[in-house]
């Protein structure tokens, strides 16, 4: 995915300074709400099942996602570079725009694969309670659908944590 989305070259064109900063954070938002929808539908719908070895590469996959969105918007390129403005000058940081929305649109894809990397179902409740996570994007279904994915978790404590969600 990494990959298609570099070869891409209306991406090729953003990340190399050839659109303006408002029309890069419209692209990065849609592409990463598609991103997102596609990740977590094929997650609920298709009921892969996940190890804590395989949870973590998942996170790691979307971390990178994520983190080319927010290259995207930022103004850096793949390489890490910064942006250059027609001058070839490096782009001031006060002109960069806040990757802010494109992490506000990874926020349930994150929660997700949290939620994966447990190490018991009940972690999430401490999460949830101790502020750790930022909000609860994901329905009481969706987390109990998410913790069944995964291979060690047992049907009960998953069913217990989530009775205790749907009283909130």
Known sequence: LLQVLCDCPLVGDITQGKADGDVA?????????QLVDIVLGTLLRERKRFTDWGALLLSKEVRCVQDMMCAIVSGESGRGG???DDDGDNVAEDDLISTVPILEQFERLSQ????LQLERPADWSTMAYG???KGNDLTPAE????MLLRVDFSKEAVASVCAGLRKE
């Open 25 to 33: 954070l419209v692209v990065a938002k849609e592409l990463s709400s």
């Open 82 to 84: 910064r942006r250059a």
């Open 143 to 146: 987390i109990q659908s998410i």
């Open 131 to 133: 502020g750790v996570t």
């Open 112 to 115: 997700a694969t949290t939620i």
